[in-house]
């Protein structure tokens, strides 16, 4: 397994860091109405996600004890950019997620030695970051300001990477970029059907949700599988028929917080 080549750098990953859900879990932000968490139910969930990391993928995962100080700590990913090179600490939109950066950035210094960070007046969350081989696209989102963009797009570009922006701030029902998009390698892209028509995606093959389908557009390629939601059957098709090994995950408790498969985890890969 190697990290060295740019296009599969997205998806083979040897650890993942995760957080257990706070007692407070339902105190987060969220913008849907699908009913309030059952904690029991949240942690069952969380569990079958962890074992899925560790069992099928083979990844060595990293478990964060739960902080009750962030109710929204779980959604891990958004705290920081990972590659195999180096990390990013973010500096995350919402206020009350501040806190989420400093809580997690020990953890990120024992795996990797060259840290970034995203400063004043820059905002971003990881969950806007899609890394897509040599290429990352950047959401500019209620979340990710210009600025953010900005500074992340450079630390990318003087290494090596290519940045493209992509605001997704007159788009309706969308927190972040990765919400609506995800590379699964291979030189493809899942998305909304909003999406399709943008040019910066022309050379990716697209395999558009239906909109009632448009949760599970967050999906996650690691390794030879890929983690998608449990029970959106036409996306599942699409991606069974072009050869992949699929993981459903039941995603409920943690869709009522806006969050999807690939908030709750940060995956990287280390050379043994
Ligand atoms: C929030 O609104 O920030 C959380 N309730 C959900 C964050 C989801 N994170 C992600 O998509 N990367």
Redesign the pocket.
Known sequence: MSSENPMESSYTFTHAIVRIPGTNFAE????VDFGIPDYPTVRLQHSAYIAALKTACGLQVTVLPADDSYP?GT?V??TAIVTPHFAVMTR?G?AS?AGEVSAMEDTIRAHFQTVYSITEPGTL???DICDAGDTFFIGISH?TNEEGAHQLASILESNGYRAVMVDIRGMKNI??L??GIAYIGDQRLVMWQDFAEMACFNDYEKIITLPEENYAA?CIRINEHILIPADYDHLADQLETRGYSLIPLVMEEFQK????L??LSLRFFKEP
């Open positions: 987060g932000l969220t913008s929204d959604f990913e958004d995350p919402a997620r969350d990881g969950g979340r927190l972040h990765k919400s967050n917080m806006d969050g999807g690939s908030c």
